[in-house]
């Protein structure tokens, strides 16, 4: 699955739970230069930090990673308007890293703080969450192109599933 098409599903995904989503926030790096978060989602309760990668680490990738969690969570924290947000709303924050495959480092990564899920972990839940809303009658109210076509492809019956 296309990196891109990681952070579409993982942003539907907390889109069908209703969350409010972020996509690509801009952020200064640790030192020098500019990052970004892949996906950020709140609702009243919580917010999470989203980032998406293609691949395992090694011990030396996953050590950054858990730098750029703890930078992101810093800056949000203390600029404007995400820390207004997160301070006035109370919010709790929360970090997921979703990669195609996962090996040595999500246990590093969880004890850091850090939820780790696989891709087609986050997809098979998708595809779960859109049945669920088309069993209720939700239809034609997708909010993004990757939920939309995943949406036709369940109701065309293109999509196999276990249930």
């Known amino acids: 699955m296309l ?6 599903i993982a942003e539907g995904m907390f889109l069908l739970k ?37 691949g395992s680490l090694n011990k030396e990738q996953a050590l950054k990673v858990i730098k750029w969690f703890k930078n992101a969570e810093h800056r949000l924290k203390n600029e404007k308007p995400y820390s207004d947000l997160i301070e006035k709303m109370n919010l709790k924050i929360k970090k997921l890293y979703i990669a195609k495959y996962v090996r040595n480092e999500e246990n590093l990564l ?14 098979k839940e998708v595809i779960k969450l859109i049945k669920q809303r088309l069993k209720r009658g ?21 999509i196999k599933t276990d249930d």
């Not at 850091?112 to 986050?122: F, G, M, P, S």
């Open 3 to 8: 990196l891109r098409l990681t952070e579409d």
């Open 18 to 54: 209703g969350y409010i989503t972020l996509r690509n926030i801009m952020i200064p790096a640790e030192k020098y230069g500019w990052t970004d978060i892949d996906v950020l989602a709140f609702n009243e309760k919580e917010i999470y930090i989203i980032q998406c990668k293609r």
């Open 110 to 123: 969880l004890e850091n703080n850090i939820e780790v899920k696989k891709a087609d972990e986050v997809l």
């Open 138 to 158: 939700f239809e034609g109210a997708e909010p993004n192109y990757t939920l939309r076509l995943l949406t036709l492809l369940i109701q065309e019956e293109l």
